[in-house]
């Protein structure tokens, strides 16, 4: 890809209002292990090209976000995800969009521990199974009274789940607020820059509704899809909507259920089908196998053991087991004062909310003492004792 000549920035701006009003930019950082091209940065700004080129460090981490970098909002985006200017384009926006409700003080934002230890309960998988198969024909539909009839039935069964989960419904709730938005202005800069039809790309980007097993076995991705659709609905029947948006305490599924102004009736017998009891038994099975793998895969596996604190963690790649998670892509923890991010897959082992008390990492070389620190892969030198025993390492912090 060639960023020099892209222009991918300065499109993004003269279209930004296309795609969300009064859209306003942050900083946006397209990186590789090769370096970081910075946009629209307060404390980088060039004079003879659009963006500053900045050797790579550890703040980029491996994922699309936003993040503060020498505090000021900055969506970052790994460009090894893609291998054309035209998805890097789109998931830009889309980064930007958190950019954007960072700079509107958007507060409502998802518990994220509720989410990584939401039950598995067979009557909720069933109804949501179900009404995402509604919220899904009401976006596709062509009829007007057919949306109407189909977004009605969503909104059913969804009021018919809270009694199963309770609190946690809230979590999808807050996730549909605050990523359902920036999925759909990421469609509307895919529509914008493509040849598709809005009816072509709007059955490509909801399709994910249907999925049933994928939207049981990431819960948090499944929400963006879920509230994409209730944005192009509330597009559809209710255009002013945006609106006010970023003053409104009203999740997104509320305000579409407001607006919707129907008597709802609470769904109280139902079957289980078997499709949701196998889609529960293969997730539950696959998680604990994946923990499994971890404790027996090859290289040095190395314990990290004292009081830590979870400072940031990717909450699209965490799975949790009893007392522990797994955090595939990465995790930064606070170990007396200093921060230290872990690029890799790690277990952590915790005792109460964001406190942790071991985590277990597997490295490709030993950890060895060096000058009166102990020099780990991937994590760096740290303050501490060594030892070793039954092949495992175990380092405490001083």
């Given at each position: 890809m060639n960023i020099n000549e892209s222009n991918v920035f300065e499109r993004i701006a003269e279209n930004a209002n296309l795609y969300w009003p009064e859209f306003q930019l942050v900083a946006v950082a397209l990186y590789d292990q090769n370096g970081v091209y910075l946009y629209n940065h307060p404390k980088f700004l060039s004079t003879d090209k659009p963006y500053s080129f900045l050797k790579w460090n550890n703040e980029f981490n491996g994922i699309n976000t936003l993040i503060l970098y020498e505090?000021?909002?900055?969506?970052?985006?790994?460009?090894?995800?893609?291998?054309?200017?035209?998805?890097?384009?789109?998931?830009?926006?889309?980064?930007?969009?958190?950019?954007?409700?960072?700079?509107k003080e958007e507060n409502r934002f998802p518990d994220e521990l509720a989410g990584m230890n939401y039950p598995m309960k067979k009557e909720n998988i069933e109804l949501r199974n179900r009404e995402r198969r509604?919220?899904?024909?009401a976006g596709i539909s062509t009829r007007r009274e057919e949306k109407l009839d189909n977004m009605k039935k969503f909104v059913e069964l969804r009021e018919s789940?809270?009694?199963?989960?309770?609190?946690?419904?809230?979590?999808?709730?807050?996730?549909?607020?605050?990523?359902?938005?920036?999925?759909?202005?990421?469609?509307?800069?895919?529509?914008?820059?493509?040849?598709?039809?809005?009816?072509?790309?709007?059955?490509?980007?909801?399709?994910?509704?249907?999925?049933?097993k994928e939207s049981s076995q990431f819960l948090r991705r499944s929400c963006y899809r879920s509230g994409f659709v209730i944005c192009c609905l509330l597009d559809e029947f209710f255009s002013d909507w945006k609106e006010g948006f970023?003053?409104?305490?009203?999740?997104?599924?509320?305000?579409?259920?407001?607006?919707v102004k129907h008597q709802y009736n609470e769904i109280k017998h139902f079957d289980i089908s078997s499709e949701t009891t196998a889609i529960i038994e293969e997730i539950n099975s696959e998680?604990?196998?994946?923990?499994?793998?971890?404790e027996h895969k090859e290289g040095y596996h190395l314990y990290l053991i004292g009081d830590m604190e979870r400072a940031a963690f990717d909450p699209m790649n965490a799975l949790v087991g009893k007392q522990r998670e797994m955090h595939q892509n990465f995790i930064k923890i606070l170990l007396n004062g200093r921060e230290y991010v872990i690029n890799q897959p790690v277990i952590a082992y915790y005792n109460s909310f964001n406190k942790l008390d071991k985590l277990?990492?597997?490295?490709?070389?030993?950890?060895?003492?060096?000058?009166?620190?102990?020099?780990?892969?991937?994590?760096?030198?740290?303050?501490?004792?060594?030892?070793?025993?039954?092949?495992?390492?175990?380092?405490?912090?001083?």
């Open positions: 505090g000021y909002p900055t969506a970052i985006v790994n460009l090894d995800y893609y291998n054309e200017m035209e998805s890097v384009y789109s998931i830009m926006v889309h980064e930007l969009f958190h950019g954007f409700q960072y700079l509604y919220l899904y024909q789940r809270r009694k199963f989960i309770d609190q946690y419904l809230d979590f999808e709730l807050f996730v549909e607020t605050v990523e359902g938005p920036a999925f759909y202005v990421e469609f509307q800069a895919c529509l914008h820059n493509s040849n598709h039809s809005y009816e072509e790309l709007l059955e490509t980007f909801s399709k994910g509704l249907i999925e049933n970023f003053t409104e305490e009203m999740t997104l599924y509320d305000i579409l259920k407001e607006k998680r604990k196998d994946m923990f499994t793998q971890f277990h990492i597997v490295l490709p070389d030993k950890p060895v003492n060096k000058n009166g620190n102990v020099s780990i892969i991937g994590i760096g030198d740290m303050k501490g004792k060594l030892s070793e025993k039954d092949g495992s390492y175990y380092f405490r912090a001083d």
